[in-house]
């Protein structure tokens, strides 16, 4: 009879080694907010992670309903690794609805707030460079073409 709960216990400890972890990481959550610990330490994983591995984070944070204010954070940091300016966009967005973080971590939020509007100012910028320098170069075209017809041809 006091075999069986010792078999019960040994069976289960088997199991419970056998289990995966979770494959989501779950960013630890303060008591008073988002942590300037859990923030960085977020930052540092995002900057880790290979691009596939950021692209199958990131389809997994979509496919969530409701975000809690760790989720919302991971996504933005996962945004903010993106080329395009939509992605920087979203980031935007997605720190703009943190509501609970400490002091420090709002520093840390809000530098990457700053951060992510220069880069998509940049990225206006450089457009517009382009278009610029495509225009200049049309400019310069044309005056090489007008100065070969109006000079007169040279008679020996």
């Known amino acids: 009879m006091n075999l069986k709960p010792v078999l019960l216990a040994a069976w289960l400890s088997i199991l419970g080694a056998c289990a995966l972890p979770p ?7 303060l008591e008073s907010g ?3 610990s859990a923030v ?5 994983r995002v900057a880790a992670l290979t691009p596939e591995q950021r692209r199958r984070e990131l389809a997994a944070l979509d496919a ?3 975000l809690d204010d760790a989720r919302r954070f991971q996504q933005a940091a996962l945004l903010e690794r993106e080329d395009g300016s939509e992605a920087h966009e979203r980031a935007l967005k997605s720190l703009a609805a943190i509501d609970d973080a400490t002091p420090r971590a709002r520093a840390v939020i809000e530098l990457m707030k700053r951060t992510l ?6 990225r206006q910028q450089s ?3 382009q278009v610029l ?3 200049l170069d049309q400019i310069k075209a044309l005056e090489k073409s007008l100065q070969q017809h109006s000079t007169p041809p040279r008679t020996p």
């Open 117 to 122: 509007r220069a880069r998509i100012e940049l």
């Open 23 to 29: 494959d989501k990481p779950v960013l630890p959550a």
């Open 127 to 129: 457009a517009q460079a």
């Open 133 to 135: 320098q495509e225009k």
């Open 40 to 44: 960085s330490a977020e930052l540092a």
């Open 34 to 36: 988002l942590g300037v």
């Open 64 to 66: 969530e309903r409701r």
